[in-house]
């Protein structure tokens, strides 16, 4: 039943086939030389590739982190200086606003003054104007009556301006005590 | 065929006046399947050249197209690069390893698949326990040692890597030196092939063994007990056996990286 086998007898099997040794030598370079030259290499580099993506995620991650972080703090920043900024320019038209109503104030005064002065400067202009047609009229009846009274005309003019004069500074002396 | 098939082809049995096919040497030569100008091809050759295809031919389509996500062979392929290129290559040599991966990986995969032809149906023969597997790459492990010895050293640092210890008493330094150099440079290399091919021959001896056995005992008697008992052992042998493929694979490819650890480290 063991024709099968090879027929002569058994060998020591400690001395090793030289047709064997050269294909398993063969075998084993057409192994080594497809993987270590190609397969490898290629696995090599996208488990590389896949590291640089991983790692590359998560520091795109951590940049996002910290520029929101940023935001944040920008926003934060520009919110407390906004807050300022409305405390500052309500203070400003406080502040404003009482200088307009003291202005105001200050120039509703002036007006009045103003206003009051010249109220006072025309009263006196009529005054004056009053009391010069006074003069005259006051002059020219009085002269009348006394032409009518005294039965002669006091026309000459030089006569009539002098008694005027003296008729109306009788009357100023009047006015004067009586002030 | 293997001395088991064709076992199986017989009507050899206890009871019909045969004697027990036990099985010995004999059972690991093979009558060569073709020959060639007086080159004989026999069956562990064609299962160390169909190893070699397996291994080519499942990391020719796990790698050859590799994407960034991998698919599920290029997942069990990065698995098995992985574990060479972790737990062996920077393991043992370092940071110098990755330069060793393919060496370390081609040896692995090709071991470990010519031990698993061990229980495949059909091959039921690991290539790796006629001798001549493991003394190739023994010796190409060796060739490596010896080189990156030299390599790294010069003349003078690559023996005295191999042969000289520091700080001995006078007396002990040639016997050390003699030792050393046995140890490195003899008993490396033989126990590095020994230990796979033995470990091969042993298991599929022991599985030949029980299963030549269950079949001879296999008669209208109460040996048919002893018969199914020595099936469970051949079952439980081969169970045992995928453990041992591996670990001796493991082991020829964990040595090959001391050995190169050992030739690039600074002298001792």
């Known amino acids: 039943m063991m024709t099968f086998l090879a027929e002569e007898g058994a060998q020591n099997p400690l001395i090793p086939d030289t047709v064997e040794l050269v294909v398993g030598l063969i075998a084993f370079f057409i192994v080594f030389g497809v993987l270590g030259k190609k397969l490898l290499p290629t696995i090599q580099k996208t488990l590389d590739e896949r590291q640089d993506a991983i790692e590359g995620g998560l520091e795109r991650a951590q940049e996002a982190q910290t520029e929101a972080n940023q935001t944040l703090e920008q926003y934060k920043a520009q919110l407390a200086e906004a807050r300022h900024e409305a405390a500052r320019i309500t203070e400003q038209a406080r502040e404003q606003g009482a200088a307009i109503i003291a202005e105001m104030r200050e120039e509703g005064q002036r007006q009045r003054d103003a206003i009051i002065a010249a109220g006072h400067t025309q009263t006196e202009a009529d005054r004056r104007q009053v009391t010069v047609a006074l003069r005259q009229e006051v002059g020219r009846m009085a002269t009348d009556l006394a032409g009518r009274v005294v039965g002669e005309s006091l026309e000459d003019s030089a006569r009539q301006s002098r008694v005027i004069d003296r008729f109306l500074e009788e009357l100023e002396e009047k006015a004067e005590a009586a002030r | 065929m293997s001395a088991l098939t064709l076992l199986a082809n017989t009507d050899c049995h206890i009871n019909a006046g045969c004697a027990f096919p036990a099985p010995g040497l004999h059972s690991f030569q093979y009558k060569p399947i073709f020959s060639v100008g007086g080159i004989e091809f026999t069956k562990p050759m064609l299962l160390a050249v169909i190893c070699m295809v397996i291994v080519v031919g499942f990391f020719w389509a796990a790698f ?18 992985n574990f060479i290129a972790k737990s062996i290559a920077t393991e043992v040599i370092g940071k110098k390893g990755k330069q060793y991966i393919p060496f370390l990986m081609s040896i692995f995969f090709f071991v470990w698949l010519m031990n698993i032809m061990s229980i495949i149906p059909l091959a039921q023969f690991p290539a790796t326990s006629r001798f001549a597997f493991p003394v190739a ?49 003899i008993t490396r290399p033989f126990t590095l092939a020994v230990r796979l091919w033995a470990n091969m021959f042993a298991g599929h001896m022991l599985i030949v063994m029980f299963s030549a056995a269950a079949w001879y005992l296999v008669t209208p008697s109460f040996l048919s007990v002893v018969a199914g008992g020595s099936l469970l052992l051949a079952i439980g042998m081969t169970a045992f056996e995928v453990l041992i493929q591996f670990l001796q694979a493991y082991i020829f490819t964990l040595l090959a990286a001391i050995y190169i650890s050992g030739a690039l480290e600074e002298a001792h």
């Open chain 2, 137 to 185: 790459l023994a010796l190409l492990v060796f060739v490596t040692y010896m080189f990156l010895t030299f390599k790294t050293h010069g003349l003078k640092g690559g023996v005295k890597n191999l042969v000289w210890i520091e700080g001995l008493p006078k007396p002990l330094v040639p016997l050390i030196i003699l030792l050393e150099f046995i140890q490195n440079v």
């Open chain 2, 64 to 81: 050859n197209k590799p994407k960034l996500v991998p698919g599920k062979l290029q997942l069990v392929g990065e698995i098995g690069y």
